[in-house]
């Protein structure tokens, strides 16, 4: 995963290859691969269906048919939004469906069709431990904007994208342990 920091520098990540035993998914660590759980990953074809890919855990301890980044529902279902308010990231059973993406090679998206029966396909993204949002409607204050408070409680800086249906409003990123709140029209 290639990105930056609040500062503009260059900045690398990896997947881990074992679940955060708090979290229960897997994170984005260190990509050393003697050092670190940095993960290897091969992108397998689906046989029945050629559109579809599976990622499989090429460097872990774990058996061949548990080895497969599946999405996972999290544990609060998803919160208000249920199952489209997200998902994690983690090992498991390569023959469930859970298990099946679509790769765009064109955009370099990662898509999941498992939430497509509550509103659609769902991008796997680099994630952020304890990054949280809230969006407010002030039109009813008479603003005719919108406000969007991001709160990234941890240790590193978090990079992100806001966006307003299909308009960019703004890339920036959020140093460790800090509040922003963005307000536009």
């Known amino acids: 995963v290639f990105g930056h920091d ?4 260059p900045t690398t990540s990896c997947l881990s290859k074992r679940a955060e035993k708090d979290l229960g998914g897997l994170m984005l660590t260190i990509c050393n691969m003697t050092e670190h759980d940095s993960g290897v990953f091969d992108i397998v074809p689906v046989e029945e269906d ?5 990622i499989v855990l090429a460097n ?3 058996g061949a048919d548990e080895s497969c980044l599946i999405i996972q529902p999290l544990r609060n279902y998803g919160g208000a939004y249920g199952p489209r308010g997200g998902a994690q990231v983690n090992l498991g059973d390569c023959a469930h469906s859970w298990a099946e993406w679509s790769y765009d090679q064109e955009t370099g998206e990662i898509l999941s069709s498992v939430y497509s029966d509550v509103g659609g396909d769902v991008c ?3 994630g952020w431990p304890f990054l949280q949002v809230g969006a407010f409607d002030t ?3 008479g603003d005719d904007g919108k406000t969007v408070v991001i709160l990234n409680e941890a240790g590193e800086s978090a990079n992100f994208v806001l966006k307003d249906g299909d308009d960019l409003i703004l890339t920036s990123s959020i140093p460790p ?5 963005v307000a536009f029209d």
């Open 124 to 126: 796997l993204t680099t």
């Open 50 to 54: 050629s559109g579809k890919i599976k």
């Open 60 to 62: 872990g301890k774990v």
């Open 177 to 181: 342990h800090s509040i922003q709140t």
């Open 139 to 141: 039109s009813a204050a």
């Open 6 to 9: 609040w500062l503009g520098v």
